[in-house]
Structure formats: C-alpha cells, structure tokens
C-alpha cells in the first residue's frame, strides 16, 4: 500500500498574489465612489480557490459576497457568517429549499415562481430585475406591489450583458433598472459589474458586484492602469532535447524545426487549463526572455523554445505569460474561460 503522507511536488502550478487582489478589491471599491464594493466568487472564486479569496477579501472589509449556487454558498459559510452578506444568484429551487431556508445566505428570486416559494420564509433575499439581458431576473413589466407583498428584499440587481463595450445596450439597461425600482421596496441597489464600475457613478447605486478584475481581468481601458495580475502560471521542464532542421515536434507535426535549436518539453498542458488555442501562439518567460510554445498543446505537455534560455536544465521552472488581456489575445479565448478554467491538479501557492 502507497503512502498517503509522502509528499508529490506538482509539476505545474498557480502562483497566486494575494496582496494583488486585495489591491485590486480596493482599487475597484475606490472607483465605485459612494458604492461599496462587494466580490462575485463564483466558480471556485474564478478558479483560483473560494475560500483563500473570501478570506483575503474579508480581511480586507469586503462585506458582500456573491456565489452561483448553494453549493458554493455552504463551501464559505464558515468563513462568512456573522461577518458578511452571501447572496446566491442563481436563485432557490424547490429542490433547494431544505437547506437554503436554513442558511444565511440569501437567493436571489429570479422567477415569480421563485418569489411565490420563498413568499413564507420570513427570510431576506435579493431580487434581480431583467433590464433587457434576457437571462435570470423577473421582467419589469412582471414587478408591483402584489408580486413582491411579504418579501424582505435586501438587493434589487440587474446585471448589465454589454459594459465592457461603447454602446446603446448600457445607457438602455440603466434607464429600465432605474424606472423598475420604483416597484421594487428594497434596502439597497446594485447594478454594475466590474466593467460597469467604469461606466461612471450612474451605473454605481448602493453596491457593485466586481469579478473579473478582481482576479487581474481588464475588460475596459479605464482599468488597465489600476488592476494587477493576481495569477501566474509555472511548470517545470521535464525534458530537454535538441531538434535538428526538419524534426517535427509534436501532435500532427504542427512545428518543424527550420534549424537546430533546443526545446524544453513542459509537465503542463490542456488538463491544467492551458487549452489549445495556445499552441504555437502562448509564451513562456524566464528572466524577461521570451520562450514561445511550439506545436500543439497536448493534454499534460508543452514544448517551448528554449533559444533564449540555452542554460534551462531539466528541473529547472518557466513563467507563463498569463497576463489575462494578452493571454486571451494569443488564444482565441475570453479572460473568463482563462482563468475560471485554470485545472484542480494545478498547485495553488497563494503568497
């Protein structure tokens, strides 16, 4: 029988900044001027772990947080209760409610169905209000004093579908949110979400509900200058070999040598999050040289051009260049696919 106690050390792993996010939350906080900032740490806290986030953002003041399901809202209640606001946004279903009236966290009503069943819970909740994405949230037209009769509403939210673009769609949503509340008697108001907080105060109202920049996303110029990266990716050189002019490298030949070069083949691949669109576009770093990826990602390796880098040897460790905006650039793939999609055999050393 193995032995359970012997450590494995990873191959690959997240190095995390936690003094990064923080200064990211107040960052974000900052901008929301007389709003509050709270946190969405849905999907595992964006990939990079639920409970380190919470209790980073805790120590910090943040004071809502923001989750899928109640899965996720159980996974941090310990850490949250009697400290901070957890609202579920996808809502209570019937299935739901042997556990969620006894939680302190709170649902987010999306359907009249949803109101109708959490009507006799004598609990808060949150409410969202469909201004034109068309995904979760009663329509407005659907909202009034009857619908809402008995409920102890905390949050009155929509969510904006287009912030991270100029366009009709924002200004369009913020009227509708704005004219629904009317019929909505509610403690507090949020609408905007990272990119929305760089719309301006109009989009601000009582809470915003950051996410993606929180974790070193910039869906917007105005925050390119005041996020910081909070993930990189590391892995280690398993192998190092030397290609000759016309060795083909990897699945389906997708890289041949043109001349004779040494590679270095990565413990690291499209399991771990680091997905195809990559292959011979992504970057390696070490010491600011640049190693680029040649050939196709496989599922647990990576070949990268070790020109730059002729003293690597095996054992040794690469810096990916995971800055999110450039990482999406290179792959194809959106900063949310990036980082909430990094895999669980990843290492996460938060420092």
Not at 170 to 194: E, G, H, I, M
């Given at each position: 029988m193995s032995d359970?106690?012997?450590?494995i050390p990873a191959t690959a792993q997240i190095k995390l900044d936690g003094a990064a996010l923080v200064a990211n939350w107040h960052a974000l906080d900052r901008m929301s001027g007389t709003a509050k900032a709270g946190a969405a740490v849905k999907a595992n806290g964006y990939g990079l772990g639920a409970r380190e986030v919470v209790g980073h953002l805790l120590a910090a003041g943040c004071e809502d947080f923001f989750v899928a399901n109640w899965q996720e809202a159980r996974e941090i209640e310990g850490l949250t209760v009697g400290k901070a606001s957890v609202?579920?946004?996808?809502?209570?279903?019937?299935a739901d409610m042997r556990f969620a009236v006894q939680s302190p966290a709170k649902p987010v009503l999306n359907t009249i169905e949803q109101v109708a069943r959490w009507r006799n819970s004598g609990r808060k909740c949150?409410?969202?209000i469909n201004s034109g994405m068309n995904r979760l949230g009663i329509n407005v037209g659907d909202l009034g004093s009857d619908l809402l009769a008995g409920l102890k509403i905390d949050i009155a939210m929509s969510h904006l579908a287009s912030a991270d673009e100029d366009g009709p769609q924002n200004s369009d949503q913020l009227a509708r949110y704005k004219a629904a509340l009317a019929n909505v008697p509610c403690s507090r108001t949020s609408l905007a979400n990272s990119a929305g907080i760089a719309l301006g105060?109009?989009?601000?109202?009582?809470?915003?509900?950051?996410?993606l920049s929180l974790?070193?996303?910039?869906?917007?110029?105005?925050?390119a200058e005041r996020i910081q990266p909070v993930a990189m990716l590391q892995a280690e050189i398993l192998q190092i070999r030397m290609l000759e002019s016309g060795d083909r490298l990897g699945y389906n030949a997708q890289y041949i040598a043109q001349r004779s070069h040494p590679v270095g083949i990565l413990g690291m691949?499209?399991?771990?999050?680091?997905?195809r669109g990559f292959s011979n576009r992504g970057i390696f770093l070490y010491k600011g040289m640049k190693l680029p990826v040649l050939g196709r990602v496989s599922m647990d390796l990576i070949a990268i051009d070790l020109s730059?880098?002729?003293?690597?040897?095996?054992?040794?460790w690469v810096d990916c260049d995971f800055d999110l905006r450039a990482a999406s650039a290179q792959s194809g793939l959106s900063q949310y696919e990036l980082i909430t999609g990094l895999g669980?055999?990843?290492?996460?050393?938060w420092a």
């Amino acid at each position: 029988m193995s032995d359970q106690t012997i450590p494995i050390p990873a191959t690959a792993q997240i190095k995390l900044d936690g003094a990064a996010l923080v200064a990211n939350w107040h960052a974000l906080d900052r901008m929301s001027g007389t709003a509050k900032a709270g946190a969405a740490v849905k999907a595992n806290g964006y990939g990079l772990g639920a409970r380190e986030v919470v209790g980073h953002l805790l120590a910090a003041g943040c004071e809502d947080f923001f989750v899928a399901n109640w899965q996720e809202a159980r996974e941090i209640e310990g850490l949250t209760v009697g400290k901070a606001s957890v609202s579920v946004l996808n809502g209570v279903r019937e299935a739901d409610m042997r556990f969620a009236v006894q939680s302190p966290a709170k649902p987010v009503l999306n359907t009249i169905e949803q109101v109708a069943r959490w009507r006799n819970s004598g609990r808060k909740c949150d409410l969202m209000i469909n201004s034109g994405m068309n995904r979760l949230g009663i329509n407005v037209g659907d909202l009034g004093s009857d619908l809402l009769a008995g409920l102890k509403i905390d949050i009155a939210m929509s969510h904006l579908a287009s912030a991270d673009e100029d366009g009709p769609q924002n200004s369009d949503q913020l009227a509708r949110y704005k004219a629904a509340l009317a019929n909505v008697p509610c403690s507090r108001t949020s609408l905007a979400n990272s990119a929305g907080i760089a719309l301006g105060s109009d989009y601000h109202f009582d809470l915003t509900r950051p996410g993606l920049s929180l974790y070193g996303g910039i869906q917007r110029q105005e925050l390119a200058e005041r996020i910081q990266p909070v993930a990189m990716l590391q892995a280690e050189i398993l192998q190092i070999r030397m290609l000759e002019s016309g060795d083909r490298l990897g699945y389906n030949a997708q890289y041949i040598a043109q001349r004779s070069h040494p590679v270095g083949i990565l413990g690291m691949g499209y399991a771990d999050g680091y997905l195809r669109g990559f292959s011979n576009r992504g970057i390696f770093l070490y010491k600011g040289m640049k190693l680029p990826v040649l050939g196709r990602v496989s599922m647990d390796l990576i070949a990268i051009d070790l020109s730059q880098a002729a003293d690597r040897r095996e054992g040794d460790w690469v810096d990916c260049d995971f800055d999110l905006r450039a990482a999406s650039a290179q792959s194809g793939l959106s900063q949310y696919e990036l980082i909430t999609g990094l895999g669980q055999r990843l290492f996460r050393n938060w420092a």
